[in-house]
């Protein structure tokens, strides 16, 4: 049971993928409805309560199965099936992630505070600006190069949010474990790697033989 409860995110990465397929042209026509609902459903979250939501929401999986549908697609060429249903919300499930990160880092600020698992706190920092910049009225106003400068930072980011989920760190005096049960976080990000370095090589590749 301990098992599954800490890698909930990977049970609940299908359950959003297949509401995307059904409900995603209608996050992206109603983007605006879509966020304020969220966040009124996030902040509710954190005063109902309960079992089910303590499992999903407080323990951070579901911001977690939101965060990692936002950046596996990146592993796929643009116009591959599984991205093209992603790929129109992508910004916007970077959005609802952080939305669903308010009861997660409310139950758990004392710990973090305290100096165990601070970085969670690193992690949700450094996806400030990336999510600002999701929201579509600011990305207008930016120079597409400066955006796509900005989002690397995103690789920073999940990097802060692996150490996070992958392994437990105490600050003060300092100590770092892998998370009991944890491997299919590390499995995941190793094959996320592998993939992403073949990608970006075959890129080149297909960029050279071009010139
Ligand atoms: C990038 C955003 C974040 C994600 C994706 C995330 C996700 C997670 C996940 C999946 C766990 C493991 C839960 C389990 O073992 O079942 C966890 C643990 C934890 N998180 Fe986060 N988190 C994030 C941000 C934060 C923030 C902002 C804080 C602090 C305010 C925080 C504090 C903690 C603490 C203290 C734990 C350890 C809880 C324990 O083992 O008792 N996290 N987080």
């Known amino acids: 049971m301990d098992f599954i409860l800490r890698n909930l995110a990977f049970i609940i990465i299908p359950f959003v993928y297949m509401t995307l397929v059904f409900i995603g042209k209608y996050i992206v026509k109603y983007e605006w409805q879509f966020i304020v609902f969220a966040f009124v459903l996030s902040i509710a979250v954190f005063f109902i309560g309960g079992q089910f939501l303590e499992w999903n929401v407080f323990s951070g999986q579901f911001s977690f199965a939101l965060f990692l549908l936002v950046i596996l697609p990146g592993i796929f060429k643009r116009g591959n099936s599984f991205r093209s249903v992603i790929d129109p919300v992508r910004g916007d499930l970077a959005i609802y992630g952080f939305i669903y990160l308010i009861p997660h880092s409310l139950t758990n600020l004392e710990k973090a505070l305290g100096g165990f698992n601070t970085t969670g706190?690193?992690?949700?920092?450094?996806?400030?600006?990336?999510?600002?910049?999701?929201?579509?009225?600011?990305?207008?106003?930016?120079?597409?190069?400066?955006?796509?400068?900005?989002?690397?930072?995103?690789?920073?980011a999940y990097a802060a949010i692996y150490l996070h989920t992958g392994f437990d760190v105490w600050l003060n005096p300092f100590q770092i474990y892998l998370k009991m049960n944890s491997w299919p976080v590390h499995v995941v990000t190793l094959i996320y790697i592998i993939l992403k370095l073949r990608l970006v090589y075959m890129k080149k590749l297909e960029l050279k033989t071009q010139t």
């Open 121 to 156: 706190t690193l992690a949700a920092l450094l996806m400030v600006p990336l999510v600002v910049t999701s929201f579509k009225f600011v990305r207008v106003k930016m120079k597409p190069s400066s955006w796509v400068a900005l989002h690397k930072l995103s690789y920073v």
